[in-house]
């Protein structure tokens, strides 16, 4: 693992010396957005939402970039989509706008240069991600923001917030439509330092109690089974082990700005 860790530094520390291009990339991009977690255990992708973005980037050379994107997403799942019977009987179901501020580095397998026969190349990217949310349901035509209603039971100052930050890594292509434009698609996931995204996390709070306290709504809310005697108190309701995650994937329009460099003139 040591060696390993020693030759990717090495390779990055390396590709610091290309100088062969510098410069700025400005554009955008439009796509899908998914979302996995308690509401979607089965790696579903059958309710994509909008997604789309805008980005800087900075091209230190033909190797290492740095980006920066505002990123926006609609991230939605229901129960009543599960092949598992026990998650078809709990019959949850949110949806959520998230927006996110992104900052990654990428690293491009092959030299990528505008305007030169190296106008394409794969690329990983890795970094953060801060971003909000609020997971909302609909009961009885009406829509409700879930956090509001603490359908876990929490206790006053105990509810998940609403602002969270994410691990971002992810897979892309660029390639050039000609010296100033191009086409990148990419694939990148975040994975989230909350398990609320969708409202679900751990188990039933007393049903009773939640009504009393927080109003007949709450608890319609929490427990959306129709079954009596589901959503007994800890009976659970999701699962806290793992936090939930979610996806982009797009394809966007760069404009470059930068200029290409002379290799410096050996001195032998």
């Known amino acids: 693992m040591n060696k390993f860790i020693l030759s990717i530094s090495l390779a990055l520390l390396l590709s610091f010396q290309l100088s062969a291009q510098k410069g700025w990339e400005l554009g955008g991009w439009l796509g899908a957005s998914y979302y996995l977690g308690d509401l979607n255990t089965e790696f579903r ?5 909008l997604a789309g973005g805008l980005m800087a980037r900075y091209n230190f050379n033909t190797r290492i970039c740095n980006s920066t994107s505002i990123n926006y997403g609609r991230l939605r799942a229901r129960d009543e989509d599960s092949t598992n019977s026990v998650e078809k009987m709990r019959n949850l179901s949110f949806y959520t706008d998230v927006f996110d501020l992104t900052s990654t580095m990428e690293f491009n397998f092959f030299n990528y240069v505008h305007g030169t026969d190296e106008w394409y190349t794969p690329y990983v990217l890795g970094g953060f991600s801060v971003f909000s949310y609020n997971p909302k349901a609909k009961l009885n035509d009406e829509t409700y923001s879930l956090r ?3 359908t876990e039971g929490q206790l006053d100052g105990e509810s998940y917030g609403l602002f969270h930050a994410a691990f971002t890594v992810g897979i892309g292509i660029k390639w050039d439509i000609n010296e100033d434009w191009s086409f990148n698609v990419h694939l990148g996931s975040r994975k989230v330092f909350t398990d609320y995204l969708d409202d679900v996390s751990t188990s039933y709070p007393d049903q009773n109690n939640l ?3 927080q109003g007949p709504i709450a608890a ?4 959306r089974s129709g079954i009596d005697g589901f959503a007994t108190q800890g009976r659970q309701r999701g699962d806290s082990k793992e936090n939930d995650s979610y996806h982009f994937i797009g394809i966007g329009l760069m404009r470059y700005f930068g200029t290409l460099e002379c290799p410096p003139i050996s001195r032998f």
Do not use: E, I, K, M
């Open 45 to 49: 992708l059958n309710r994509p939402g």
């Open 211 to 213: 009504a009393l306290t």
């Open 220 to 223: 319609q809310l929490s427990d």
């Open 148 to 150: 509001d209603f603490t």
